[in-house]
C-alpha cells in the first residue's frame, strides 16, 4: 500500500492542465473499513496537504458525527478523492476533477483495502462514476433515496458551505439522512 501511496503523490500525468501544479492528497490504509469519496481538493487543501481541512470537511465531520482524530485515522477511513490535484477555478466555483484519476487509480486502492465495509459517495462525481445507471435523474432524488444503495454505498451531497441553499430547501436532509449516516458510520468503525 505505501508503495501504491507514494506513486500516485509522485504523479505527474495532468500536470500541464493543472493551474497550481501537481499535488495529489489522499489518505488510505490496507485497513480502512469506510472510504469517503469526494470531487477533488480544493485550494486550501493543496495548500494545506491535508484531505478535507476546510469548511467542506468541517461539515461533512458533523455530518458523520465523528472527531479530526477518527476521520483522520486511515486505518479507520479512507480519503480518496475523484480528482487527486486541485482542477482549477471555474466560472461558478472550481472544475470538476480529472477525469484521469479515478479510472487509473481507484481500482488499485480498492484491491489493497479489503476490509472497506461502506463507501461514502460525495456530489454528482463520484455517484455518477460508481451508481452508473442505478442513480437517479437528480443528485437530490439520489440522496432522498441513500437507502437502495446502502449497505456498500451512503450517498451524500458536498458538504461546501456553497450547498447551504440546497440544505435549506431539502430540510429533509438533516432530520433523516444525517442521523442514519452517523448510524452506519458508527455501526462500521465500532
Same mark, same amino acid.
Given at each position: 500500500?505505501?508503495?501504491?501511496?507514494?506513486?500516485? !503523490?509522485? $504523479? *505527474?500525468? $495532468?500536470?500541464p492542465?493543472l *493551474? /497550481?501544479? &501537481?499535488n495529489p492528497?489522499?489518505s &488510505?490504509?490496507? =485497513?480502512?473499513?469506510?472510504?469517503?469519496?469526494?470531487? &477533488?481538493?480544493g485550494?486550501i487543501?493543496? !495548500?494545506?496537504?491535508?484531505p478535507?481541512?476546510?469548511?467542506?470537511?468541517?461539515?461533512?465531520?458533523?455530518?458523520m458525527?465523528?472527531?479530526n *482524530?477518527?476521520f483522520y485515522?486511515?486505518?479507520?477511513i =479512507?480519503?480518496?478523492?475523484?480528482?487527486? $490535484?486541485y482542477?482549477?477555478?471555474?466560472?461558478?466555483g472550481d472544475l470538476?476533477p !480529472?477525469k484521469? $484519476? &479515478?479510472?487509473?487509480?481507484h481500482? /488499485?486502492?480498492?484491491?489493497?483495502?479489503?476490509?472497506?465495509e461502506?463507501i /461514502?459517495?460525495?456530489?454528482?462525481? =463520484?455517484q455518477?462514476?460508481y451508481? @452508473?445507471?442505478?442513480k437517479k435523474?437528480? /443528485?437530490? #432524488?439520489?440522496?432522498?433515496?441513500?437507502?437502495?444503495?446502502l449497505?456498500?454505498?451512503?450517498? @451524500?451531497?458536498h458538504?461546501?458551505?456553497?450547498?447551504?441553499?440546497?440544505?435549506a430547501k431539502?430540510?429533509?436532509?438533516?432530520?433523516?439522512?444525517?442521523?442514519?449516516?452517523? #448510524?452506519?458510520?458508527?455501526?462500521?468503525?465500532?
Amino acid at each position: 500500500m505505501q508503495k501504491l501511496l507514494q506513486e500516485i !503523490r509522485k $504523479c *505527474e500525468i $495532468c500536470i500541464p492542465e493543472l *493551474e /497550481l501544479g &501537481a499535488n495529489p492528497i489522499l489518505s &488510505a490504509d490496507e =485497513a480502512s473499513k469506510i472510504v469517503i469519496i469526494g470531487q &477533488a481538493p480544493g485550494q486550501i487543501v493543496h !495548500r494545506n496537504g491535508v484531505p478535507w481541512k476546510d469548511k467542506s470537511g468541517e461539515n461533512l465531520r458533523s455530518w458523520m458525527g465523528i472527531d479530526n *482524530e477518527i476521520f483522520y485515522n486511515p486505518k479507520k477511513i =479512507a480519503l480518496v478523492p475523484m480528482g487527486f $490535484c486541485y482542477p482549477g477555478k471555474g466560472k461558478s466555483g472550481d472544475l470538476p476533477p !480529472r477525469k484521469e $484519476c &479515478a479510472p487509473l487509480w481507484h481500482e /488499485l486502492l480498492f484491491q489493497k483495502m479489503q476490509n472497506v465495509e461502506m463507501i /461514502l459517495l460525495i456530489g454528482k462525481y =463520484a455517484q455518477d462514476y460508481y451508481l @452508473l445507471q442505478s442513480k437517479k435523474k437528480t /443528485l437530490t #432524488e439520489t440522496v432522498k433515496n441513500y437507502q437502495d444503495f446502502l449497505p456498500k454505498f451512503f450517498v @451524500l451531497p458536498h458538504p461546501s458551505p456553497r450547498n447551504n441553499i440546497w440544505r435549506a430547501k431539502n430540510e429533509w436532509f438533516e432530520k433523516l439522512v444525517v442521523p442514519k449516516l452517523k #448510524e452506519e458510520v458508527k455501526r462500521v468503525l465500532s
